[in-house]
């Protein structure tokens, strides 16, 4: 069984930064690719960055220059690390995992969501 669990959401004021962490566990070959999406309220759900096992990363425009993702390939654990965050980016921000060819569209497996705010 897959199972994604994030954490380091919060509260920060605009300009600030969070890190937030994603540990997965179950099928190695799962994880071959893991991203961050996220869902502010009314919208729909975004792709934010994504990340392959041998390193390859996309960003969603909206972040790029201000988000970083990376993994941890012995600890299968992705990261994303958000600076200067903007009101904007207030979220439910979720993990995801899957196949480098699908996780940027329809990922196999989610995470619960961890809530990012950010206040003006």
């Known amino acids: 069984q897959v199972q994604l669990v994030e954490s380091g959401g919060g509260l920060v004021q605009a300009g600030g930064s969070l890190r937030l962490s994603c540990a997965a566990s179950?099928?190695?070959?799962?994880?071959?690719?893991m991203a961050w999406y996220r869902q502010a309220p009314g919208k729909q759900r975004e792709l934010v960055a994504a990340?392959?096992?041998?390193?390859?990363?996309n960003y969603a425009d909206s972040v790029k220059g201000r988000f970083t993702i990376s993994r941890d390939n012995a600890e299968n654990t992705v990261y994303l690390q958000m600076n200067s965050l903007k009101p904007e980016d207030t979220a439910v921000y979720y993990c995801?995992?899957?196949?480098?060819?699908?996780?940027?569209?329809?990922?196999?497996?989610w995470g619960q969501g961890t809530q990012v705010t950010v206040s003006s």
């Open positions: 179950g099928s190695y070959r799962s994880f071959d690719a």
């Open positions: 990340i392959t096992r041998g390193d390859y990363r």
């Open positions: 995801a995992a899957g196949s480098p060819l699908m996780v940027v569209t329809t990922p196999d497996y």
